[in-house]
Each structure stands twice: as structure tokens, then as C-alpha cells.
């Protein structure tokens, strides 16, 4: 009885070593792969072309419990002079989302496709939000940090508008009153009397008409030889008969 409990008890302790070793290897495994994901996106920078064929270099790096990560590009040379230079930082704490501690390279490859879209990779979005960490908030995210040279968005020009002049409220103008004429002398000319001439007004006559004249005429009769109620019908026939 005694030999088959110590046979048990080996049995036991035999299988309980051989389940610490696999436990121990695969979590050792899990540590190279971390380390290898480690090394891969903290050694192997990333390497792209932005849309007006610059050259630039993803390099991420440690900065306490933040990550960074730098963007440094330089363009094409045009003739014998030399292409721009330029670099951004950026700068979060993508750890916290799950998806980039599984895929830590895979995050900043979907930043990388979104900067080769632009002209230029430092005048992107303030903040970028990969698509496997798209729903975690800002703290999560890349956020840009510092640049050189420092870029500034040109703001749009707003319309120059022209100073009004000030309204001069319209002044009645005087009216001229025409001046009067005063009349000048008129000079003796030599040879000549300085008198003038008066002219006096002649005076109208008076004309009588015929009919008038026999009438006067004809009442003057008719009073000599008519009696005093028959002085109208006489003055009528004399009258006619003197027309």
C-alpha cells in the first residue's frame, strides 16, 4: 500500500511539472511576441510618399506614459535647389485602446494612409482617429503636438471694404438776385448840342361818328319844333330822313 501512494504522489508531482513548463512557454511566447510587435514599430519606422511626392519616415517612440511619434519628410529637389524639410509631432496614449496592444504597427499604418492623401503631412487633422481605435476618446488618440517649421492655415481673406465717405447734407445755394443796371451818362459828342430833346405827348383827337353827330342834331330839332312828348318820335324821323 505504501509503495502504490508513492507511486501516486510521483505520478502527481510529475504532471503538475509538466503543466507549469507549458504554461511557462507559452506565456514566454506571448512576451516574444510583445516584444517582437515592440521592436517592430520602435525599430522598423514606416516609410511612405504624401501626395506631392515627399518622402517622409514614421519613428515612434516612448515619452514617460505617452507614446510619440514623429513625422519627418523632405521633398523632391527642383534643379539645384534642394527639396523642403520639414518634421510634426504627435503625441497620445494609444495603449489604451485593446485593438493596438494586439496590433500596435497596424495603428499607425492606418495614420499612415491617411497622411499620404495629403500635400502635406503636417496639415492633417489635429487629431487622428485610426479605424481600430476610432470609438475610444481623445486620450487614446495621436494628437498633434509641435512642428517645424511651425504651419499656420491661412484663414480666408475677408473682402476689403472701402471707408464710406461721411454724407455732407446738401447746402441750399443763395439765390442771386440780379443786379441792378445803374444807367451811365451818356457823353456830349463834339459838334453837338448837350441838350435833349423833350418830347412832348400830342394830344388825341376826338372823333365823332355820323350817326352820333345827326342824332345830336336831330333831338336839337325836334326840341326847336316838336313838342315836349313828341321829341323821340320827331328826333327818330329827322334823323332818318337826314341818314
Known sequence: ?????????????????????????ASNDNRQ???????????????????????????????GDYTRLRVSCKGPSQGQTPGRSYYCDF????????????NPRHYFTQMMWDMRKLSHSCQGPKVY????CKKYPDEAQMTFLASWPKTTTPK???PVQEPRKPV???QNKPVTTPKSVKPQPVKPQPGKGSQTKKTTPKPGKTTTRPTEQSESKASRIA??????SFHGVCSYFISWFQN
Open 223 to 228: 326840341s326847336e319844333y316838336c313838342w315836349k
Open 91 to 102: 503625441q497620445g496614449k494609444p495603449n489604451l485602446c485593446r485593438a493596438y496592444n494586439l
Open 1 to 25: 500500500m505504501r509503495a502504490r501512494m508513492r507511486m501516486l504522489l510521483l505520478c502527481l508531482a510529475a504532471t503538475l511539472c509538466v503543466s507549469n513548463a507549458q504554461t511557462n512557454n
Open 156 to 158: 480666408p481673406s475677408k
Open 129 to 132: 482617429r485610426p479605424q481600430m
Open 33 to 63: 511576441q510583445q516584444q517582437q510587435q515592440q521592436r517592430s514599430i520602435w525599430d522598423e519606422p514606416i516609410r511612405f510618399s504624401t501626395k506631392t511626392k515627399d518622402t517622409c519616415t514614421m519613428v515612434v517612440s516612448g515619452a
Open 168 to 170: 455732407v447734407p446738401a
